[in-house]
């Protein structure tokens, strides 16, 4: 098929973490001829890498098939070798923006080029929250020693034998924080509040190593320091007293905010949270012939095993929606 020239996928997928790729597998043993738009890394100021999140985990030790577990670089290189087993083309090039209000439809690529799409399956997942602290941010790049990424920084030597500290309450702060104990000196959890969020297994995984500790109803309000962080300020969240703590390193790991810049123009209704909306028991958009699935549109479960099961069922979407369109 094709218009004024370029040929028209049927199926464009955008995002190559677990969604991604098993939207691909699917799509493509459909025979939809899937194109995979996988992104480029690029540092914002942590890491942002084609594969996503688990990019940037150690052991994925919840996902069904894997007894040992496997560590998410792994897992990711296998789900795209197997999308592209049956035929998954891939892109290495980000999507910049979308237009949905004609089709087919037309998406812009980094490099300058469109590409035409009868249907899109966004699946861009999430990125790293910061606190959005002016020293936060500007220590974050150059090895100042703040970073939203443990498990890709946390093993660098100005971090060995130092005392460190993770922001944040939730499984990834205790993944990112029990990681840090193999290196550290001392491990300080600060967290905003006087319970955890995290599931009990890793919260226990944590506070069973020896330099864990958790400082709690407490919020980071200011990092210390020229080159390389020294201290942070702290504000407790109920008398409201100020105190520092000196840390030779500083882990965020406060959520994830969805990736959906490249589409704030093209009218895809968003939940108040900024997830994508879908419709009902779907991975349909409010825009007839584009689907969503994943951490992008899932601010609820968030998991490798749901985005991939997400990813799934766009693919089937997107093949029923392309059949009953005679495409
Ligand atoms: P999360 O569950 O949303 O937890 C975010 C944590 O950061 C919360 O404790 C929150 O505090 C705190 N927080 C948020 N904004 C803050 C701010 N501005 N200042 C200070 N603290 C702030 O996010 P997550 O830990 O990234 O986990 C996301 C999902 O991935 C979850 O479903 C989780 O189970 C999953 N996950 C699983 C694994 C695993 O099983 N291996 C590993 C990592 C993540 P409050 O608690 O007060 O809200």
Redesign the pocket.
């Given at each position: 098929m094709s218009e004024n020239g370029s040929s028209v996928h049927r199926v464009v997928i955008i995002g190559s973490g677990p969604a991604g790729w098993t939207a691909a597998i699917y799509a493509s043993r459909a025979e939809l001829d899937p194109v995979c738009v996988i992104g480029v890394p690029r540092q914002d100021p942590s890491p942002v890498l084609p594969g996503g999140q688990l990019m940037l985990?150690t052991d994925?030790?919840?996902y069904p098939g894997f007894p040992e577990g496997v560590s998410g670089p792994e897992m990711m290189d296998m789900f795209q070798k197997q999308a592209e087993r049956f035929g998954t083309k891939v892109v290495n090039e980000d999507v910049q923006s979308c237009d949905f209000s004609s089709r087919p439809f037309k998406l812009k690529l980094g490099s300058g080029e469109e590409m035409l799409a009868h249907s899109v399956i966004i699946a861009t997942g999430a990125t790293a929250?910061w606190?959005g602290l002016e020293n936060e941010l500007r220590l974050a790049t150059g090895g100042g020693g703040v970073s939203a990424c443990a498990v890709c920084d946390g093993a660098l030597p100005i971090f060995r034998d130092q005392h460190l500290a993770v922001?944040?309450?939730?499984?990834?702060?205790?993944?990112e924080a029990t990681f840090l104990t193999k290196f550290a000196s001392r491990v300080s959890v600060i967290?905003?509040?006087d319970s955890?969020?995290?599931?009990k297994i890793?919260q226990e995984r944590y506070l069973s190593q020896p330099n864990a500790e958790v400082v709690w109803n407490k919020?980071?309000v200011d990092v210390l320091g020229d080159e390389r962080i020294t201290g942070v300020v702290l504000e407790d969240t109920v008398t409201g007293e100020r105190s520092e703590m000196e840390v030779a390193g500083l882990f965020i790991?406060?959520?994830?905010t969805p990736a959906t810049k490249f589409i704030e123009d093209a009218g895809i209704e968003l939940e108040d949270t900024g997830y994508i909306k879908l419709g009902g028991h779907s991975s349909a958009t409010n825009i007839d012939g584009v689907f969503a699935a994943g951490d992008v549109a899932d601010s609820e479960?968030?998991?490798a095993i749901t985005a991939a099961g997400m990813g799934c069922m766009a693919a089937l979407d997107a093949e029923r929606w392309l059949g009953a369109k005679g495409l």
């Open positions: 985990t994925v030790e919840n929250n606190l922001v944040g309450g939730g499984d990834s702060a205790m993944e967290h905003r509040r955890l969020r995290a599931s890793m919020t980071v790991a406060i959520g994830h479960y968030r998991q």
